[in-house]
């Protein structure tokens, strides 16, 4: 079955929300050979729009992102591409028809002793500013030599970057759902981690070591999860996160 159908199969755990799929925790990420075939037409516009972001951001990197091309609850499967593909796909939706990618990422929920850790992405951020969120999360990137996805490899690089945690703080559980952004077609991987840092301790390492992807953090205590899913700024992936470690 082809990613299309099975988005279309995906039931929403909330109206109105991004697609859930819950996934199988054996659930497995194939990579497979792929050679694109998109038309002249099309790369020039890919073209065009990589050379007007690098204009605006000078600093922004062409990197190896993996893109899904079929999903069930137990394997997904997909290639590596470039981000320039992708930036212009998410700059242009009308070039999906062409370049079918849909970027895989991954999200994790932290729990702490006391409860979740949440996030507020900066109000600066190019994609869901003032957006409350479980961090780490981020784009699934090539690392090193290997082609194959890792991963627990992932949300550790994410967390150290985003949190300032190593490794050895933290624990990841299985993968448990994944969810799709409308419009960018983004598929998230929702994957519970723990540690036995308190919450000011994770905040601290935050304060000294993180970057500046998000401007708060937040504790939610068991007995506040359900405020939180009330709330309308916290994103569909975290909420139905939030909403498995609940029940």
Known sequence: MTVARIITRMIPSFPGQWPILRLSPSCTITVTPHVPRHTAETEAEITRIWAE???KTPALFNGCVFSADRVTRTEISGHWTDYRSV????????LFTQLRLQPLAVIGLLETPEGY????????????????????????????????????????????????????????????????????????IGIPMRTSLSFSSVEAHWKNGANQ??????????????TWLSRPDLLPTSRALLAAARS
């Open 87 to 94: 930036l212009a796909q998410m700059k242009n939706p009308a």
């Open 213 to 226: 992807e998000y401007d708060q953090l937040a504790l939610v205590p068991h007995a506040e999860i359900d």
């Open 53 to 55: 972001a690098c204009q």
């Open 117 to 188: 850790v949440l996030g507020r992405r900066n109000p600066s951020s190019l994609y869901q500013g003032n957006f409350w969120q479980s961090p780490p999360a981020g784009s699934i990137e090539r690392r090193g030599e290997s082609a194959a996805v890792h991963l627990d490899e992932q949300l550790l690089a994410e967390a150290e970057e985003e949190l300032g945690l190593k490794a050895e703080n933290l624990t990841i559980g299985a993968p448990q759902l994944i969810a799709r952004h409308p419009g960018t077609r983004i598929l998230d």
